[in-house]
Structure formats: C-alpha cells, structure tokens
C-alpha cells in the first residue's frame, strides 16, 4: 500500500473478546452492597461469576491467537489498489442526476460531494484539489456521462496539471470502465468501494476486522486479474496455457484467488464460532446487551465513554474511526450493570459486499437486548442518515421487537439552540458535555427491563435464614442496607419473573417493597 497511513494514531478500543475481563468501572454509590474481593469484587457480585471462572474462559479465547496473526496478515497481503507511496492529490467528481427516477429526494449534489471530500481527508496525504459536480442522466450505465460532458470534464481534470487521482464518487465502477477513464485522464480512478476500502484497510486493527477487509478486496483482485489477462492477450494475441498443467493463466489465478477467499471464510467463521461462545458466557453472567449504532461520525464512541467513563475510548472527527465491534461496561440507574457495544459507522450507498463482509461482525447486534440509534441531529443530512442506518438494519436481519424497542437519541444538541426533537420518544443529548445522559440512562434500563423480563424490588430477608445467599445466586442483588435492631436486611435485587415466582414460594413471609 505504500506510504498512504490514516491520519489517526493507534485504535485505542477494546476488542469483543475483552467482554469477560471486563471490571466494574466504578462502584456503585449503595449503601452495604456484597463485600469487596480484589478488583472484580462487586462485579462477582453482581453477576455470579468467579475470577478464577473469568481466567479460565480469557485463557480458552486468547488460545492460538498469536499463532494466527501471521496468516491472517498473509491473508491480507499488499492492497489491490496498488497506490504508490506517499502524496495523493484528488479531484473528486460527483455526477448528479438532476432530474428522472434516479434522483435522489433527499440530498443534493454538494451534500454527497461534502461527504466524498470527507472520506478523502479520512486518509493522511490525500488532499483534495478540486470538486467537480457534473450533470449526468444515469450514473449506473457503463459510461457514466453522455458525449459532450465527458469532454468538458476530461478539459477539466487535464488542466489540473498536480492531479494524481480522481476520486469518481459512484458506489462502484466496472473494471472497463475504471480502465477507460484511466486511459482517457491518464491519472488512477477510484470509487467509493476502493476509497472506503482503503480508509478500512487503514483503521483495521484486530484479526477480524483485516479479514474482513481481505474479504472484500476479493472482488477486486478479480477485476484486476481480468484487466491484467486482457492485456496480455492483447501483447501474445490469445490465452495461454501454463506448462502441462492444462490450465489457462486466467483458470490458475481464479482458483488461487478462490482458495483465497475460502480460507478467508473459514477464519472468519472460527472467530465467529469463538464469538458465539462468549456470548453464551454473557448470558449466563446476565449481562443485558446494548448496541449502540449510527451513521458514522454521529458519536458513537462519544456516547459510550460518557456512558461508561472509560477513559481509553478515543472518538475521533473522522469518518470509520471504529471499525471493531468493541464492549464496554456501565451502569445504569439502579445500579444494574450492563455491556454497551461499539460498532462501526454506516454511510450511504456503503457498497454492498463491503457491508456483506462486516455483517459478520454485526450479528452480535441481534443478540442484545437494545439499540440505541445515535443521530448527529446537527448534520444536514440528518434525515438521509437515519433513513440509510434503518434500511441496513432491516437488511441485517435484526429481530423486529429489536427494532420496535429502539431508543433514537439526537446527538450534538449542544450546538443548536434550545433544540426540541420533533419524532416522538426521541431524546435530546450532549455526548460531548453530557447532556440529557441521565434521562437516557433511565429510558435505558426500562427498556432493559421489559426487554429482558426482570424486575427491580427489595425485599426484607432475616439474616439468620437462607433468603440472602439464595438471592445472590438466582438473582443479582444492588443493595443490602442491614437493620442491625432486627436482625434483617432491606435488599435490592433486580430478578427475572421466574426466579421471583420461586422466592415467594420458597419464602412466604418475605416482606417485598414494589418500587
Ligand atoms: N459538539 C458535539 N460534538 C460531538 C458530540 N458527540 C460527538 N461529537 C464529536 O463528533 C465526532 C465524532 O465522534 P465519535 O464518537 O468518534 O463518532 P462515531 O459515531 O463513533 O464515529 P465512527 O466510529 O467514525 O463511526 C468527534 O469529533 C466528537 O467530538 C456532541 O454531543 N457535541
Ligand atoms: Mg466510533
């Protein structure tokens, strides 16, 4: 890939596999509380697991680990983009359908030109030198541009004598095509797939996600290959066969590239094997699961570590700055502690397989118990976002009560005067400063709690009998405030419909405080 590196240092996120180690943050500010044992004390509590339990399933994750990093790098290999090192110096041209079925009702040309500039300045030594928007009837045909256009545009890019690349803001570009536009501007051409694949390539940083870039390259080493078998046909006029193998050059590259894309999956399905189990860990600690997804740059990342108070967090003004579905814990009102999951950012007209290839990472969403829809409310095109964010979830298979349960939070309001949501049961926030994160703390855990079927109560137990350690183990208990005159205890529990019916099998005369 050369000397093109992402302006962004070191991804300071922690990888889903760090779920079981997590800590509590802080304590929670109760009165009694189970005791303290070593750093993970009240957590143990909370969720029932012992360390020596955490240890061994840390110790069963984190096995081959290692030894798989240097496959996963051969597996990635050098970039099909094949860019040169160092400076790039983009036109971005952004044909705009100004009228007919293909027009776009909710944006306008500058806005979708405002975002191809964006990804650009994603990447260290890519600068843009020049937006163009040109008129166009059909930006999928082959050609993109009738006649008279294309030479007006061609004039153009020619006259920009500093142009290394331009940066053609469709979704994706045929290989002829690319080759046509090369050979007529005599400079690289790029879609949105190779650039927004480029800035992954550049943001990827655990195992999963550099698989999933080597995955969706795969189309594109397909595309060069033709490229590269048409000109040789053209230098020795006709196919050739490679020694006594029967195999055409074409037929050897296709199944090497085939084998490729198979051991790609294959890795990808173990950690997604790996994942499940983790999952089934969580459920068994009773962590309730929330995702937190969005059109990227919203604040995301912003969010969770106002949420949670993770100082490692590190949300950037950057398009893709997250690109490992990472998890974080925090409490909510009731001190019940819970795991927010960061994901990576959607945009509009993401390519497809690009999309396909995360999806893998993105199942974990169907496995929470909430979303919450993080919207840069301050973004003019706030309400394209939403409706690109609610389609690729349809489209990920998300359980429908999920999305029925989402919570929508308008971000940013910080920098819009006395700004009132006008969708119903949207909040208003400050991630930044803060703002409204109590109130969207408390819209949390009810959610949770109907979501997951639990209860919070306290009830009176009697030190002396079972009750106690009974709770503490089919329940997670908060609080325990001790009435040292009688000998009992007030506790606070949060406690699924099933283990409560029990309790009060098991202990009649338990006195139970609805909240
Ligand atoms: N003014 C203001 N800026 C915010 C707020 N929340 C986030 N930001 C800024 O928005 C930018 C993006 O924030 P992130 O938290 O990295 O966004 P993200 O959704 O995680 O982005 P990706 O991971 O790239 O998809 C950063 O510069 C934040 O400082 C807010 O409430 N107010
Ligand atoms: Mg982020």
Redesign the pocket.
Same mark, same amino acid.
Do not use: E, M, W, Y
């Given at each position: 890939l050369g000397g093109a590196r992402c302006r962004a240092g070191p991804l300071c996120t922690r990888p889903l596999s760090a779920v079981v180690r997590l800590r509590a943050p802080q304590r929670p500010p109760g009165r009694g509380g189970p005791p303290r044992a070593g750093g993970g004390g009240w957590r143990k509590g909370v969720a029932g697991a012992s360390e020596e339990e955490e240890e061994e399933v840390v110790d069963e994750l984190d096995e081959d680990e290692d030894e798989d990093e240097e496959g996963v790098e051969e597996l990635l290999g050098p970039s099909p983009l094949a860019l040169g090192p160092g400076v790039q110096r983009v036109a971005v041209v952004h044909p705009a359908v100004k009228w007919g079925p293909k027009k776009s009702p909710l944006t306008s040309a500058e806005l979708q030109i405002a975002e191809a500039v964006a990804l650009v300045d994603t990447l260290q030594n890519w600068t843009v030198l020049e937006k163009i928007i040109i008129p166009t009837k059909n930006p999928d045909k082959k050609f993109i541009f009738g006649k008279g256009n294309f030479q007006i545009l061609t004039e153009k890019i020619k006259k920009l004598p500093h142009v290394t690349a331009v940066f053609l803001n469709v979704e994706r570009i045929s290989s002829l095509t690319k080759k046509e536009l090369e050979d007529a501007w005599g400079v690289k051409v790029f879609d949105r797939y190779t650039v927004v694949l480029h800035i992954f390539r550049c943001n990827a940083r655990t195992k999963e996600a550099k698989l999933q870039i080597a995955l969706a390259e795969i189309p594109l080493l397909r595309s060069n290959l033709k490229n590269e078998v048409s000109q040789l046909d053209q230098q020795r006029g006709g196919s050739r066969y490679i020694m006594g193998s029967g195999e055409t050059f074409m037929e050897t590259q296709n199944r090497i590239l085939k084998e490729k894309e198979l051991k790609i999956r294959n890795a990808l399905e173990k950690l997604r094997r790996k994942r499940s189990l983790l999952r089934t860990q969580r459920r068994k600690r009773e962590f309730p699961i929330i995702s937190v997804m969005?059109y990227?740059?919203?604040? /995301?990342?912003?969010?969770i570590k106002a949420l949670t108070g993770e100082a490692g967090l590190q949300?950037?003004?950057?398009?893709?700055?997250?690109l490992d579905i990472t998890a974080h814990a925090g409490y909510l009102p009731s001190h019940m502690a819970v795991i927010y999951i960061?994901t990576?950012?959607f945009l509009t007209d993401l390519p497809h397989n690009l999309v396909e290839s995360f999806s893998a990472t993105l199942e974990e969403v169907a496995y929470s118990d909430l979303i919450v829809h993080?919207r840069d409310i301050t973004h003019p095109e706030t309400i394209l976002q939403k409706a690109t964010v609610l389609s690729v979830l349809k489209n990920l298979n998300i359980p429908s009560h999920l999305l029925d349960s989402m919570v929508e939070v308008h971000? /940013?309001v910080?920098?819009i005067e006395r700004y009132k949501p006008t969708e119903e049961n949207a909040l208003a926030?400050?991630?930044?400063?803060g703002h409204g994160l109590e109130e969207l703390k408390e819209e949390i855990e009810k959610k949770i709690l109907t979501a997951t079927g639990k209860k919070i109560l306290t009830v009176s137990v009697n030190l002396e009998g079972p009750q106690l350690s009974w709770l503490y183990k089919e329940a997670a208990v908060q609080e325990v405030e001790v009435m040292p005159e009688d000998g009992t205890a007030k506790v606070k529990v949060i406690i699924s419909s099933s283990a409560f019916g029990k309790y009060k099998n098991l202990f009649p005369n338990s006195k139970i405080f609805m909240p």
């Open positions: 969005g990227t740059n919203c604040g /995301k990342t912003t969010l949300p950037r003004d950057q398009l893709f700055a997250t960061d990576i950012g993080v971000n /940013k910080d920098l926030i400050s991630a930044l400063h």
